[in-house]
């Protein structure tokens, strides 16, 4: 075995294979960060088996991304920038994963995603910078949106190596089988298609039905798993214990502009537990982020007060219901918790959307200047999926709409949710 290669066993796959440098960023602080960052956040609450990290979804992404690589025969020193890219893909994320996005701003108040937050680590990490070198830039490329290259959409794209690594491992961690579909046919068909001053990735005719178990396995773990209500209730006392805490300024909010100075040595040292733990050390067991945050380590949880299914309302209530907007939810939780004798930071509006994201039309991923699913003939001709597909969804999302609230008040609001949403 070469000196310059090192193997780390892995559940999904066996072992995954390392270089030297690889090992070197894989040591560096931001990565091993990943390893106290769940990868489903408090999803564990639900399937207490989801206790997996970032850490290893990272492995598993760039074992994807370097089989995908290898199979379009992209040249060596462009494998070497995916395997890197692959990597580093998730080290913009903070506590509780998509949930921390909501809190990082820019000076102006702009939101910020964990992708914008890598490619910050990127630039400015030194040790990272090191490992790196003259790759660093052609890194930074794969992290762009406007980059219209096969390569990129190994990293980000409907079929990238990141879901193709998550829903399966996802899946093998809850104990579902939802996850599950056809990987080594999918890595078999997958192909490069070049046209005009851009290139693709397409799957072979024979990888179709491949394909097809792929993208109802995503929406699958979107209906059982990533949007679980449960889940939903957990993320959504993250947030509100968030909002609490800002409001208090039992958080600092210049720690979470992406601009401060003090920004990437804050987030580094912010996980799930530390996280926790700022606002259980700086709050008080009589203030709501303090109890919010206490209820989700004792698994003490909010509940439905109410729930509804959108689809069944009528009209007038469906039209109220799906032009509500974020900023009128704190209206009606006021009026709500004020009918239900409740404190109103426990009162939490929650609309959730469902949608059959990978089932979309070509129309609507051109429209978002993104790429449909591409399946590629016998003949080399191209065709988008959705032409040849015997499985279609032209159904509207599945929306939901919930109140979670404390046991002692969840009667009370289940008699008068329906006249404070839809009366007046």
């Not at 219209?148 to 990238?160: F, V």
């Not at 309302?313 to 209206?331: A, C, N, T, Y």
Request: glycine letters at 4%; aromatic letters at 10%.
């Amino acid at each position: 075995m070469p000196d310059n290669i090192k193997f780390i066993r892995d559940p999904i796959y066996g072992f995954v294979e390392l270089k030297n440098s690889e090992i070197k960023l894989l040591d560096s602080p931001f990565l091993q960060r990943l390893r106290r960052i769940k990868q489903l956040g408090n999803t564990h609450l639900v399937y207490p088996s989801a206790c997996h990290s970032r850490f290893e979804h990272s492995l598993g992404v760039l074992h994807v991304a370097n089989r995908m690589a290898h199979q379009i025969k992209l040249p060596t020193s462009q494998i070497r920038v995916v395997r890197y890219a692959a990597m580093l893909h998730d080290i913009g994320h903070g506590p509780l994963s998509h949930n921390f996005e909501d809190i990082i701003k820019t000076a102006d108040g702009e939101k910020v995603s964990h992708e914008d937050i890598a490619k910050k680590i990127i630039k400015e990490d030194r040790l990272i910078g090191q490992v790196l070198g003259r790759d660093k830039e052609s890194v930074l490329e794969l992290f762009d949106e406007e980059n219209e290259t096969a390569t990129k959409e190994i990293i980000s794209s409907n079929i990238d190596a990141d879901k193709l690594d998550y829903l399966r491992r996802d899946s093998y961690h809850t104990g579902v089988a939802y996850g599950t579909f056809d990987l080594e046919r999918i890595l078999h068909t997958i192909s490069e298609k070049e046209e005009a001053d851009r290139s693709y990735l397409t799957i072979l005719w024979k990888g179709t039905d491949a394909l097809e178990n792929y993208r109802l396995a995503r929406y699958l773990m979107h209906t059982q798993v990533y949007q679980h209500h449960v889940r939903a209730i957990s993320d959504s006392m993250f947030r509100r214990a968030v909002e609490i805490a800002k409001r208090e300024e039992t958080l600092d909010p210049d720690l979470f502009e992406i601009e401060n100075e003090n920004f990437l040595k804050h987030f580094l040292s912010m996980d799930d537990v530390r996280f926790y733990d700022i606002i259980l050390f700086n709050s008080k067991p009589e203030n709501n982020d303090y109890k919010l945050i206490n209820w989700l380590e004792t698994r003490n949880l909010l509940k439905r007060g109410y729930e509804v299914n959108v689809r069944n309302l009528g009209v007038s209530e469906k039209s109220k219901i799906i032009r509500m907007k974020p900023s009128d939810f704190g209206r009606y939780e006021e009026k709500l918790a004020s009918e239900a004798n409740c404190d109103k930071d426990l009162v939490i509006i929650y609309k959730q959307e469902i949608e059959n994201a990978l089932y979309k039309s070509s129309y609507e991923y051109l429209k978002e200047n993104k790429t449909p699913f591409i399946v590629q003939d016998e003949n080399g001709d191209i065709h988008d999926l959705d032409e040849v597909s015997l499985i279609h969804s032209s159904s509207e999302p599945l929306l939901k709409f919930y109140i979670f609230c404390p046991e002692e008040a969840k009667e009370t609001i289940r008699k008068i949710a329906g006249d404070v949403l839809y009366g007046g």
